[in-house]
């Protein structure tokens, strides 16, 4: 069974380039993601490089993980930064509230952050304390890592063994101050976002806390009342989670039929609707898109895996999380004029990770494949698109079928797909503009089911692989698109 689908290619009036920072990774001091998913310390039996496991290290960089979020989330608005430096055996612990109540010992702090950041070759973006921190103690944080003055904090900094600043130039300034980062409103935020912001000196891009969804009230507020103060805002965030069902019953990671299935590719669909929406009301305040619209948090959010603490937010990834994976990127990609970075949420071993670990094992998850496959897009010049695809349907309701993007780099022209049908494949007719390119190679992700997922010590049952697309003639090509695929095609 297959469906038509038709992808107009304007190589000729490609400009706008897609930040690498679109593929950026969140991770929180939350259930195993940084213990045990990152870090296990010097002493630990797991092959490790200063306590950073040497496996999850490997896979980052094999990714090309460009950016990495820390501390949080919502832990962010509870840490004390200057718990986390100095001896580690002289670092006082914390009670983490948010993220199952457990004892937070504080080994993983700022060095340790900053020195994972240089192994993998990620740039750091660290987020500040608004909620229950000081304007003095985010400054001071800022001034401890980035300045090169001789100065109290500088001083600690070399005493605690770094003689150099680090190079970090994304700062946020307090995460969902709207919820657990203080419950404000958007006027007061705003108000003490700008004490903050004055004095951040040396966070060079400063991201405001954005909005959660459809709330176009916050951006609106934010974006008005930042006018005149345009120094002070590079970034405004975004939040947005697919959830299958509701915020209490939210669904099954592994165990979803197709309706489940299509319910949760059409809310990632939605994410489209968001930032045309968010991009409207900056557009009125900001037109030459001097503020960046960064989709700091995204992602599937299901129930936790069975017998596992609630509170660490454990879940497995299936070939349907490739899908949404896949399509978020494509959006990312389409908007890269207004999106200047987004974080998925989170890592390792909690929410859509990249990375799962179990002691000493680790398996690589659909979503990890579709990262690396769309890898070739980071940096590279966005490829104004016309897709025209069959409709995908299931009980009277519809989505479309296939969601594509493209971009070109050094001389590559580089086109992701996902069909979205897990019943039909798509003949997909691809025209090029304005090039004349002649040989083509291609990858494919899918799976037998739409709920295959990657399991410790057992082969992968979803990864990336080779996949024949014929060679393009007189700028067009024809392919199928396997069901329930994501497909990177490339021309030389
Ligand atoms: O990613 C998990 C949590 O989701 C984050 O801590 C918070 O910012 C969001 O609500």
Not at 423 to 448: D, F, M, P, R
Request: hydrophobic share 35%.
């Amino acid at each position: 069974l297959f469906g038509q689908t038709k992808l107009t290619l304007y190589a000729d009036q490609a400009e706008t380039k897609i930040n690498k920072e679109i593929y950026g990774h969140f991770a929180e001091h939350l259930g195993r993601c940084i213990y045990g998913g990152i870090f296990v310390g010097e002493d630990s039996e797991i092959p490790n490089t200063r306590g950073f496991r040497d496996d999850v290290t490997g896979a980052l960089i094999d990714m090309k993980i460009p950016l990495l979020r820390w501390p949080g989330g919502c832990f962010a608005d509870t840490y004390n930064w200057k718990d986390g430096i100095g001896p580690r055996e002289e670092r006082p612990s914390m009670v983490n509230v948010h993220w199952g109540g457990v004892t937070e010992d504080n080994s993983f702090g700022t060095h340790e952050f900053l020195d994972f950041c240089d192994l993998i070759n990620a740039e750091p973006y660290i987020n500040v304390n608004v909620g229950s921190g000081t304007v003095r103690e985010a400054s001071e944080w800022i001034e401890y890592v980035t300045s090169s003055n001789i100065s109290p904090m500088t001083d600690l900094r070399k005493k605690n063994g770094r003689e150099e600043p680090w190079d970090v130039k994304y700062w946020g300034i307090g995460n969902e101050n709207w919820g657990c980062g203080g419950n404000m409103t958007p006027e007061y935020y705003a108000d003490v976002y700008k004490n903050y912001a004055t004095y951040s000196r040396g966070a060079d891009y400063k991201i405001a806390c954005g909005a959660s969804d459809s709330d176009y009230n916050w951006t609106d507020v934010l974006m008005k009342k930042m006018q005149g103060k345009e120094n002070l805002m590079q970034g405004l965030s975004l939040h947005y989670y697919t959830i299958t069902h509701n915020w209490t019953v939210k669904g099954s990671a592994t165990d979803f039929d197709e309706k489940e299935w299509f319910t949760t590719l059409s809310k990632t669909l939605f994410m489209d609707e968001l930032i045309q929406k968010h991009s409207t009301i900056m557009d009125k305040y900001d037109p030459e898109k001097r503020v960046g619209l960064i989709v700091d948090e995204w992602g599937n959010w299901f129930d936790v895996e069975p017998g596992t603490n609630p509170g660490f937010l454990y879940q497995q990834n299936t070939m349907r999380d490739a899908l949404v994976a896949g399509i978020n990127l494509n959006i990312f990609n389409n908007h890269a004029d207004r999106v200047k970075m987004s974080n998925i949420a989170q890592t390792i071993n909690v929410l859509q990770s990249v990375i799962l670990t179990k002691d000493d094992e680790m398996v690589l998850t659909p979503t990890y494949y579709v990262f690396k496959m769309y890898s070739v897009h980071q940096d590279a010049t966005l490829i104004p698109a016309n897709l025209k695809t069959d409709k995908y349907e299931l009980d009277g309701q519809s989505v479309p079928a296939v969601n594509a993007s493209a971009s070109t780099k050094d001389g590559v022209i580089s086109i992701t797909l996902c069909n979205l049908n897990p019943n039909a494949g798509e003949n997909v007719e691809l025209s090029l503009h304005g090039s004349e390119l002649s040989t083509s190679n291609a990858q494919i992700i899918t799976a037998k089911n739409m709920n295959d997922f990657n399991d410790f010590g057992k082969n992968e049952s979803v990864s990336l692989e080779e996949f024949n697309v014929p060679n393009p003639k007189s700028g067009k090509l024809t392919f199928e698109l396997p069901a329930k695929s994501v497909v990177l095609v490339q021309l030389k």
